[in-house]
């Protein structure tokens, strides 16, 4: 017998999982050392200096603007800013770890616990624990040649500063661990500590996930997945790592505590290396760094300058009337939150309309242009321009859209491309001539029309729209057609 889904799988154990997220910080260059923290899209090996590559007789220096993010985040997330915090020596042997040492924080890390509030599956609010957040430097990167030719390693990552934001075991389901990972980026965004790109690696995830049987408080055996970089691949990786222990416990097998890779391609995990214990990594506080003592002039300084987070952002457009979905996008996507802010400025009162330009046609330019909103020639402003127009019945749904479009490819006034649009046409007797000919030149529709088939009107009103070039105001249009088709509602 098998476990055969989720729910089933649900009904008999409890699910546990808790998260690891490296976080790649917005700094100019690297954590201990003046070179360059940029890797993403340049040469191999441009971004380093003799600490990068761990050259000897090289010394580490902090990057204060890290340490400064790192109390910010934990403030952002209600953790415990630790007045004094030790950077350690983690111990393993990769090709990409120049110096055979990551130094990183173990037992007195910067930011203790702290808490993340999410949805959870039963619709309500959840806390999630913080365990820690702590500082630590980010490896190279392998590149493996295909057909087992030999590997190369590119330092341009190696020291660039990250912070790990570690989890307690609260989560219940992947949909909470993609609810969890979704809610941190936008607040690490809105704080501008990082950039949340999960594509280029500066935002990813090590999910730890075990099973126990309903009822019971002792932790099953737990894997560790590395390096998830999507949020679709987490919920994925842990579906089939779920099922996967479900049907080894069902089986009477046992869990063996490993580190596992995700094969999205084949949508399953596969067996990385046996897991390592914080013993096999050989902490010791780094020799070369003396204890980072936080003076409370920098906690103050970084709290007052913490901005509205995602949740307060979230709260504000639900109160403008703007749908729930759309609210929590906008409030999640910090550049696009920032850009309906712009349009809500100038016009407080359309936030629904406004929410649904930027979700509906703003979106499709920017997945057609792959560009960010910054890019845009249309400003926001400018867009809330046109939802007045359209609010006021200055211009239909077609010609805002057309505008929009003329704007975003080559930009201009928008002032003067409405005046140059003139008003919509309301005026029966200008429409008058237009309704008649539509109706003559669909006869058979028309009868359909009167039979009953009443849904035929928008028919008729888009064939009226195209041809008023979509300057008519489309309620004229539409009340001119019932009063000539006869026959229908009003």
């Known amino acids: 017998m098998s476990l055969s889904s989720l729910s089933e799988v ?24 003046p070179a360059s923290a940029a890797f993403a899209g340049d040469l191999a090996n441009v971004h380093v200096d003799e600490y ?34 030790v950077f350690a020596r983690k111990h393993y042997f990769y090709p990409d770890l120049p110096k055979g040492y990551q130094i990183s924080q173990y037992d007195q890390p910067i930011i203790r616990g702290g808490v993340l509030e999410i949805t959870g599956d039963d619709g309500q609010p959840k806390r ?14 392998s590149i493996h040649r295909p057909g087992g030719e030999g590997s190369l390693v590119d330092y341009n990552r190696a020291g660039v500063p990250l912070l790990e934001i570690v989890s307690e075991p ?47 408080t002792e932790y099953g055996t737990r894997c560790e997945i590395k390096n998830l970089n999507s949020f679709r691949f987490v919920e994925q990786a842990l579906e089939y790592e779920v099922s996967r222990h479900a049907e ?21 995990t596969r067996t990385m290396r046996t897991k390592e214990e914080a013993l096999d990594y050989r902490y010791f506080p780094d020799p070369d760094l003396p204890a980072l003592d936080v003076p409370q002039a920098w906690v103050e300084r970084e709290a007052a300058r913490l901005p509205e987070m995602p949740v307060a952002k979230f709260e504000r457009y639900a109160k403008l009337g703007v749908p729930r979905d759309a609210a929590l996008f906008l409030s999640e996507e910090r550049e696009l939150g920032n850009y309906f802010d712009a349009a809500l400025q100038a016009e407080p009162e359309l936030g629904p309309a406004l929410a649904q330009l930027i979700m509906g046609e703003i979106l499709r330019e920017l997945k057609e242009d792959s560009t960010g909103i910054r890019q845009a020639k249309v400003s926001g402003p400018d867009v809330a321009k046109l939802v007045r127009a359209r609010s006021e019945g200055t211009i239909s749904s077609t010609q805002q859209k057309k505008l929009l479009t003329q704007l975003w490819r080559d930009g201009g006034d928008v002032n003067a491309l409405l005046e140059g649009e003139g008003e919509q046409v309301s005026d029966s007797a200008a429409l008058e001539p237009i309704v008649l000919r539509v109706i003559a030149e669909n006869e058979a529709q028309a009868v359909e029309y009167r039979a009953g088939k009443h849904k035929l009107i928008g028919f008729f009103v888009g064939r009226v729209m195209k041809e008023m070039q979509g300057k008519a105001n489309p309620k004229a249009v539409q009340d001119l057609l019932v009063s000539k088709l006869g026959g229908g509602p009003s």
């Open 248 to 268: 080894l416990l069902h089986e009477g097998k046992t869990v063996t505590q490993e580190t596992r890779l995700y094969d999205s391609d084949r949508r399953q």
């Open 52 to 85: 990068s590559l761990g050259l000897p007789g090289t010394l580490p220096v902090p990057n204060r603007r890290v340490i400064e993010m790192a109390i910010r985040t934990g403030l952002a997330l209600r953790g415990e800013i630790s007045r004094r915090s």
């Open 128 to 141: 999630v624990r913080l365990n820690r957040i702590h500082i630590e430097e980010d490896a190279g990167k």
């Open 170 to 216: 609260d989560i219940r389901s992947p949909e909470e661990a993609s609810r969890y990972l979704k809610a941190l980026r936008a607040i690490l965004t809105a704080l501008e500590v990082s950039d949340g790109n999960m594509q280029e690696g500066s935002f990813r995830c090590d999910a730890n996930v075990s099973l126990r049987p309903m009822g019971e």
């Open 10 to 33: 649900r009904e008999r154990f409890e699910i546990v999982i808790g998260l690891e997220v490296h976080a790649q910080l917005c700094t100019r260059s690297k954590l201990f050392c």
